[in-house]
C-alpha cells in the first residue's frame, strides 16, 4: 500500500469525511484520545487500530470494540484485515473506505453545451410570455362567449392563467432553492407560461385543423400526442433547473413517465374493450364557412358511407 | 310546452314510451310492480282536454254491471311473470280466456321476458283458487298483444266482438290494478286514436297498472279491445278487437307451441315488416317543406308525426334559436329499456346579428355537439354507435354533415340511425338539424335520411 493512504467516512456513495493518514499507527474510535474521531454512538471509545507491517502492507487491527468490525463486500466479522485499495469496512453504523494516493480517478465530465445564457432567463421572454398568456386567454374567453358579454368572467379569464403560472413557478423556484440554492423564479415562471400558452392555442388550432380539412378521429391521437410532447418539454427544462441530472437522464425519465401515462389510460382501448354509450362520436367545431378548405361530397358519397358503418356495427354485434 | 333545444321533441317521445312501458320495476311491496304505468302528458291543450272528461258516475253501479261481474269474473286471471331464481314474481299482469282449449290473450309487454329471457323467467296464471303453469304461443309486438294458452281446458270464456261499436258505447274495462284484485271500470269508447302510427283505440275510463291485457267488454260482454296503456286523467288506451282476433287465429292453429327461437324469429319479422311499412307510407309521399328563416327545411312528412316549434325570447340573449320538431310521439315496446319503431326529428334555426363570425361559430358548434337523446335501449340490446362525417353538398348548400348507426344485437338487420347536420352557406345564421330513426334496415334508413337531408335548401 501507498504510503499515504485516505480513511474516507461515507454516507450512501457520498464522502461524508475524508482523513489524510501520513504517518502510522493512526487509532480510530469515539474517544478524545483517537487520531480520527468517529461521533457514531455504536462506535466504541478504542475501537480500530491501523499499522504497517515490515512488508509494506497496512493492517487494520480491531481492538476489543463492543460490536465490532465488519468488512463489507462480502459482509464477514473480522479481527484484522489487510488493506487492499478501496476496502470498506463497517463499524457501528458508519462505513469506512480506505484508499491510497495513487487511486486512479475517473475522467473529467465534458460539458455538454458550450455555456450560454439561456432563452428563459432573458428578462424580455419572461414579460414577453405572460403578456401574451394574458392577452390569448382574454381573447380566446371572447370568442368563444357567445352569451351577453360578462366582463367579470373575462377578466377572470385573463388573469387566472397568469395567476396559475406565477404559482406554479413558486412550486419549482422552492425546489430549485432547496436542491441547488437558486430560485430561477422567472426562468420558471416562463416555462409554466409557455406550456399556459400551449394549452391555450391549442383547442383554436384544432379546431381549425379539424374543420378545415374535415379530419377525425385520426386528429385526437395528433392532440393526445402533441399536450403529452408540451407538458413533457415543460418539465424537461423545470427539471434542468432543478436538479443535476444529465439531460439524457431527464429525458429518460419523461419517456418513461410519458409512455407509462399512455399506456394506462388507454389499456382499456388496447385491450379492445369499449364500454357501452349512447354518445355520437364526430367531429363538432363549425367555423365561419369561409375557413373550409376540405372539399364537400356529393350526397351519393355521403349515402355510400352507410354499408361499410352497417358493417362496422354488424361485426360490433358479432363480437359478445 | 316547447322549451328551448333539443330537449321538448323527447320529452314527447317519452310520453310515447312510457304509454306503452310496464314500468317493469323490480321493486318488492305489496303492490308489486305493475303493468302500464300511468304517464304524465305535457300536451299543451292537457288542461283543456281534462275540463272535456266526462264525469265519474256518482252512482253506484248500475245494476247490469254488477251482473256482468259476476258473470265473467273467472274468465279474467292475474299473469304473474316468475323470476326463475328467486322463484318469485317480477311483474303482474291481466289476461282474460278466449277459448275452450284454454287460449288466454294478454299484452306482449306483460311477457316480453318470456320472449327476450326464456331461460330466467316463467309465467303462471292466478285463477283465483289456483295457479297454473302457462305457455306462451304467439306475440305481436307492434301491437302489443300476445297469446298464451294453459293446460287444463276452460269452461267458461269471453267471445270475441266481430265489429268495432259506435262511438260513446258505454264499455267496461277488467284487470287486475296494482295487485288489488279483480275489478270492473265503466268508460266510453271514443274511436281509433286520430293519425296513430301504431292502432290504438281511445277508451276513456281508468285504466291502471297491472290491468294490462285485461279485456275491455261491451254491454253484452263481448270484447272490443285489450287494455294497453294510460295516459292518466282517464285516458286510456286498447288494442282493437280486430288485431287480438288476428294473432288468436293464427295462433288456435299451431300444432305445438313455438320454441323461444322461432319466438324471437317472428319477432323479427314484425319489426322488419313494421318498418318497411313505415318506410312505404314515408316514401310514397313528398316530403312537405317548411320556412325556417331563410332556409326550408323538412315539414310535417306524414300525419303520424307530430310536430311542435318554439323560439325563446330572452332580450339580453344576443342571438335567436327557433327550434321545429317533429315526432311519432309513438314507439314499439321491446322491453322495458329498448325501445324502436321510431321517427323523430328536430330543426334549429340560429341567428344572430349581434354575434361577430367567430363568436357565432361558437354558439352554433355548442348546438351542434348536443345530440337529441338516442331511442332507448341498453348495452344487451344494440351496439355502440359509429359515424362517418364529411361537407356535404345538398343541392348547392353545404352542409357539415354526420350519419351514425347501431346494430340491434338480438334482431340482425335492425339499425338505429342518427342524421346530423349544420348548414354552412352564412357566417351568422344557420340550421341545424337531427333525424333519429330507431329500428329500420339499413337500406331502408338510407333511403328515408338521404330524403330528409334532400329537404333542406336555403332560399337565396
Not at chain 1, 406565477?166 to 423564479?185: C, D, E, K, V
Not at chain 1, 429525458?251 to 399506456?263: D, T
Not at chain 2, 316480453?112 to 329471457?117: F, R
Not at chain 2, 312505404?280 to 325556417?292: E, F, V
Request: net charge negative.
Amino acid at each position: 500500500m501507498d504510503e499515504v493512504i485516505f480513511l474516507e467516512v461515507l454516507e450512501g456513495d457520498a464522502v461524508q469525511a475524508r482523513h489524510r493518514l501520513e504517518k502510522l499507527p493512526v487509532t480510530v474510535g469515539r474517544g478524545y484520545g483517537n487520531d480520527v474521531i468517529l461521533d457514531d454512538p455504536k462506535v466504541s471509545a478504542e475501537h480500530l487500530r491501523l499499522e504497517r507491517r515490515e512488508d509494506g502492507a497496512v493492517v487494520l487491527h480491531d481492538v476489543g470494540s463492543v460490536n465490532g468490525t465488519f468488512n463489507v463486500q462480502p459482509w464477514a466479522r473480522l479481527q484484522e484485515l489487510v488493506l487492499t485499495p478501496d476496502a470498506r469496512v463497517a463499524v457501528g453504523d458508519t462505513v469506512l473506505r480506505f484508499r491510497p494516493r495513487g487511486f486512479e480517478v475517473e475522467d473529467t465530465v465534458v460539458n455538454e453545451a458550450v455555456p450560454r445564457e439561456r432563452l428563459f432567463e432573458r428578462p424580455r421572454a419572461f414579460a414577453l410570455t405572460l403578456q401574451a398568456l394574458v392577452a390569448v386567454a382574454f381573447i380566446s374567453e371572447r370568442v368563444t362567449q357567445f352569451q351577453k358579454t360578462d366582463w367579470g368572467d373575462l377578466l377572470l379569464a385573463g388573469v387566472v392563467p397568469l395567476g396559475l403560472a406565477l404559482l406554479w413557478a413558486g412550486g419549482w423556484s422552492l425546489a430549485s432553492r432547496i436542491a441547488r440554492r437558486s430560485y430561477y423564479f422567472r426562468a420558471h415562471a416562463t416555462i409554466g407560461g409557455m406550456v399556459l400558452l400551449g394549452f391555450a392555442l391549442s383547442p383554436p388550432l384544432f379546431a381549425l385543423l379539424s374543420f378545415s380539412f374535415a379530419l377525425g378521429s385520426g386528429l385526437a391521437v395528433v392532440r393526445t400526442l402533441l399536450i403529452l410532447g408540451l407538458v413533457g418539454w415543460g418539465l424537461y427544462w423545470h427539471l434542468r433547473y432543478v436538479t443535476r441530472w444529465s439531460s439524457k437522464r431527464v429525458v429518460r425519465g419523461l419517456v418513461i413517465a410519458s409512455v407509462g401515462v399512455l399506456v394506462l389510460t388507454n389499456v382499456s382501448v388496447m385491450l379492445g374493450n369499449e364500454d357501452f354509450s349512447e354518445a355520437l362520436e364526430f367531429p363538432r367545431s363549425l367555423l365561419p364557412p369561409v375557413l373550409r378548405v376540405a372539399p364537400a361530397h356529393s350526397m351519393d358519397s355521403f349515402f355510400e358511407e352507410l354499408t361499410p358503418l352497417a358493417e362496422d356495427v354488424d361485426a360490433l354485434a358479432k363480437e359478445d | 310546452m316547447v322549451g328551448y333545444g333539443a330537449a321538448p321533441m323527447f320529452s314527447l317521445l317519452l310520453v310515447a314510451v312510457l304509454a306503452q312501458g310496464p314500468a317493469a320495476v323490480p321493486a318488492p311491496g305489496p303492490l308489486g310492480p305493475p303493468g302500464p304505468p300511468t304517464v304524465p302528458v305535457p300536451v299543451p291543450d292537457a288542461g283543456v282536454a281534462d275540463a272535456m272528461v266526462p264525469p265519474l258516475p256518482v252512482a253506484s253501479l248500475p245494476p247490469a254491471t254488477h251482473e256482468l261481474f259476476r258473470r265473467i269474473q273467472g274468465r279474467v286471471a292475474q299473469v304473474r311473470i316468475i323470476e326463475r331464481r328467486s322463484g318469485t314474481k317480477s311483474s303482474i299482469g291481466s289476461a282474460f280466456f278466449v277459448s275452450a282449449k284454454g287460449h288466454a290473450l294478454t299484452n306482449y309487454h306483460v311477457v316480453s321476458d318470456l320472449v327476450l329471457h326464456p331461460e330466467d323467467y316463467t309465467a303462471e296464471l292466478d285463477r283465483g283458487d289456483s295457479t297454473v303453469p302457462v305457455r306462451l304461443l304467439a306475440v305481436d309486438v307492434a301491437s302489443d298483444v300476445a297469446v298464451i294458452q294453459v293446460e287444463a281446458p276452460v269452461a267458461d270464456f269471453f267471445k270475441l266482438e266481430a265489429d268495432e261499436p259506435p262511438q260513446g258505447t258505454r264499455l267496461f274495462a277488467m284487470g287486475n290494478p296494482r295487485d288489488l284484485g279483480t275489478t270492473i271500470v265503466e268508460g266510453t269508447y271514443n274511436g281509433l286514436v286520430r293519425d296513430a302510427l301504431y292502432e290504438r283505440v281511445h277508451f276513456t275510463g281508468a285504466i291502471n297498472p297491472g290491468m294490462s291485457g285485461g279485456p275491455t267488454l261491451s254491454g253484452e260482454g263481448g270484447v272490443v279491445g285489450v287494455n294497453v296503456a294510460t295516459m292518466g286523467n282517464q285516458v286510456g288506451f286498447l288494442v282493437p278487437v280486430a288485431k287480438a282476433r288476428q294473432l288468436l287465429d293464427g295462433a288456435l292453429k299451431l300444432e305445438a307451441p313455438p320454441d323461444s327461437a322461432a319466438l324471437m324469429v317472428s319477432v323479427r319479422e314484425q319489426l322488419l315488416a313494421n318498418q318497411q311499412r313505415i318506410t312505404d307510407r314515408l316514401m310514397a309521399t313528398d316530403l312537405p317543406k317548411q320556412a325556417l328563416g331563410e332556409y326550408r327545411v323538412p315539414g310535417r312528412w306524414s300525419p303520424f308525426l307530430k310536430c311542435w316549434g318554439d323560439t325563446p325570447h330572452d332580450p339580453e340573449t344576443p342571438y335567436t334559436v327557433t327550434s321545429y320538431q317533429c315526432s311519432s310521439e309513438e314507439d314499439i315496446f321491446l322491453s322495458s329499456s329498448h325501445r324502436t319503431g321510431v321517427v323523430a326529428y328536430l330543426h334549429q334555426h340560429v341567428t344572430s346579428q349581434k354575434l361577430g363570425a367567430m363568436r357565432f361559430s361558437a354558439l352554433y358548434s355548442t348546438l351542434f355537439s348536443q345530440d337529441p337523446d338516442p331511442v332507448s335501449a341498453t348495452r344487451e340490446d344494440v351496439t355502440n354507435f359509429r359515424c362517418n362525417s364529411e361537407f356535404v353538398d345538398v343541392g348547392g348548400l353545404t352542409v357539415r354533415a354526420a350519419i351514425c348507426l347501431r346494430s340491434y344485437r338480438r334482431f340482425p338487420g335492425l339499425y338505429d340511425l342518427v342524421l346530423r347536420a349544420a348548414t354552412l352557406n352564412a357566417s351568422t345564421h344557420g340550421v341545424d338539424t337531427s333525424l333519429t330513426l330507431g329500428g329500420f334496415s339499413a337500406e331502408n334508413a338510407r333511403k328515408l335520411a338521404r330524403r330528409y337531408l334532400e329537404g333542406l335548401s336555403w332560399t337565396k
